[in-house]
């Protein structure tokens, strides 16, 4: 197990390719002075995984929670939401489970309002990180973890309004760092990304590109509190996509995987980086 003063945090960005691999004027064009770093410092993963088609959400995040090609358990790539298939591969190989089962400490720290559970009571389709999460047996919204909203403060809706300042999101990372002494793993769901994404089309819309380069920026400042506050983080990200909004889809772009604070074992793909985490947190390899 990571030493329980490390305090390991994992930022899982959703739809947000490396960039080296984003054209010119994109949502990387922006000032991240902990971010860009940090990222530039790290590793540029495939997504793809030699399988045809765009790499998507639910198979992508599912590499990275189990450390197994669950694009080729699919036989393709598959998302957003994980289906039987590979809900089955998160109970059995998930990180949450996984460590639960050698009795660590792991928690999802999303904020979850009441509109997000009314939506599951009436129509079960919870993604990947919730899903794995529940699956180890543990709660949405953990009372000793400070909440973080996925969207970092935007609204997750045109025109993507700040409701809160960056600097209430350093004070968050500060927080955040402070409940994982107590945490093997922390993790954190950041899906606006994917969602800006989608935004993108020809001429890249000037809404998306502010509101993406603003969410990079809050990225940034909650990296920084963590940092400050003396956590160890990962960061990675599950497939393409806000980086070119040039594109309405996801990309073959490769994906940020990078780590503060702790040494990352190499790798070269969305799933040799899961078995990476796996391993910094002194789980067994797969077999």
Sequence with gaps: MLPRMAGLVWLALDGVGHPADAPAGSVWDTELPTLRPLVAAGGALDAALGVPGLPQSGTGQSCWLTGQDAVRVMGEHFGPHPGPTLRRLLAEHGLPVRLTRVGGRAALANHYPPAYHAAQARRPRPGCFP????????????????????????????????????????????????????????????WLGDLLGHRGSLPVPADALAAGRAYLRRVDALLTGLLEGGAAVILSSDHGNLEDLRVKGHTLARVPFAGAGLSLPPAGNIVTGGQAIAEVLGLPAPR
């Design 131 to 190: 899903w794995a999460f529940q699956a180890a047996g543990l709660p949405l919204g953990p009372p000793d973890v400070p909440p973080v909203p996925p969207t970092l403060g935007l609204d997750y809706a045109a025109p993507w309004s700040e409701r809160t300042p960056p600097a209430a999101l350093i004070r968050l990372g500060q927080r955040l760092a402070r409940a994982a002494h107590t945490h093997d793993l922390i993790a954190a769901d950041l």
